[in-house]
């Protein structure tokens, strides 16, 4: 079996081993990292849930997760056999203060077996109302007594306001150091995301002008296609704000805004997405409705499929005020940024899933131009691809060929397809193996969830405290309200085609 011997023996624990998070993404992303030789020589998985389950069957159902939903299914069977072997199941109800004897006496068992104290890595894959009591099994069992040795993976949401955000960090600091706590959220792990360190410190050709004297605004989008699914009860009492613009959208924007780091350790790249959204300015409650929009989808049609309206869904209120739409321009009080407004939208059932930063140059100073030769023109961008199609995007203005000087637009493309041949890790399997080697850097500490929490409180309780009175507002199939284009169109932007829905 494919090993790497530099990394410490560790077992990797899994409460919620019988969920869909479990079997859609962390065994998949365990099994591909094995296929890759980034696994440690001995390395055991042990899941944890309520329900009674032989080894055997848990393995089977992991193997199913494997096969349909890996990018890489099982091919040698001799291979799988080993990685199974080390696959096992522990029944435990996480609410029972009597709990965790199972699971204790498995880890000592395997340790024993191998000699040595290893690694443990307790993933909570767990909904948030468990979360608390599977914390305090593993204090009460002093599971997690080594800070160099035991991490605690914690799943989003982490929190649905600021105040069970600090509660919950509270708890966790509580039991565990800040240095033992990963919280995970896996927008972090994707390639493209990672880049956007890499593309503006990387390369002196684009940090110089990375700042307001080159630089418009600056919008990011994240669309679905999809609508709430299965996760109506949930959406309901979450809604895109919570959902994706508290934890996604902001991790983004920190991301685009940082200043550049000291050095590559993991408090130091914190620190600096840290002081972004401590700029951020505050929104007052009087002026919500200049900073930030709010929309639900009726029916309409997506992808040439008509689709019921967010008050149709499975486990949705009728007369819902949830939205599913959300669109805000930011503006962050710094050097670097001062009066260029960020604009950032989310959405479900918008006409294509894409997600994406687009950079906006200023236009130059002087345009010596005929007026006949600029009458298409455009100012310079960088539009960053996150999903689908993953890459970098940089148009530019050219002289169209022929015997008249008129100027065109033209894109510059980097596409990792077609630059390296070679699929990019899902984004659990480069964080599941930075969990395993003991990297932060890409997990959120515990000051920065709350400060994200703070960013978007005050817009959270104005919208809590009064009911939207035109829901549901856009089609499906639309790109949202119309009020999200006003939203731009008061400083004269307007929201860009994203690039997958672009003509050549």
Known sequence: MPQNSRLEPTILVIFGAGGDLTWRKLLPALYNLLLDNHL?????????????????????????????????????????????????????????????????????????????????VYYLAIPPTVMEPAAAMLKRLGVCRDCARDRLVVEKPFGRDLLSAQALNAFLNGMFVESQIYRIDHYLGKETVQNILAFRFANSLFEPVWNRSYIDHVQITVAETVGVEERGEYYDQAGALRDMVQNH????????????PINFEADEIRNKKVDVLHAIRPIKGEEIHRYAVRGQYRKGNVLGKAVPGYPEEKNVAPDSGTETYAAFKFHIDNWRWQGVPFYLRTGKRLPSKVSEVSIIFRSPPHQFFPSAAVENWQPNRIVIRIQPEEGIGTRIQVKQPGTRLLLGAADMQFLYREAFRAPAPEAYETLLLDVIRGDATLFMRGDQV?????????????WESVPPADFPDYPAGSWGPETADQLTAREGHSWLQPAEQEEP
């Open 450 to 462: 709350e400060s994200a929490w703070k960013v978007v409180m005050p817009i959270l309780e104005a």
């Open 40 to 120: 440690p020589e001995r390395l055991a998985i042990v899941g944890v849930a309520r329900r009674k389950l032989e080894d055997g069957s848990f393995r089977a159902k992991i193997r199913e997760g494997i096969d349909s939903f890996s990018r890489r299914q099982v091919e040698d069977e001799q291979l799988w056999n080993r990685f199974a072997e080390n696959i096992s199941y522990v029944s435990e109800d996480l609410t029972d203060s009597a709990s965790g004897a199972a699971l204790s006496g498995r880890l000592a068992r395997i340790e024993e077996q191998w000699g040595v104290r290893a690694n443990r």
């Open 249 to 260: 959208l902001l991790q983004i924007l920190c991301l685009v805004a940082m200043e550049p």
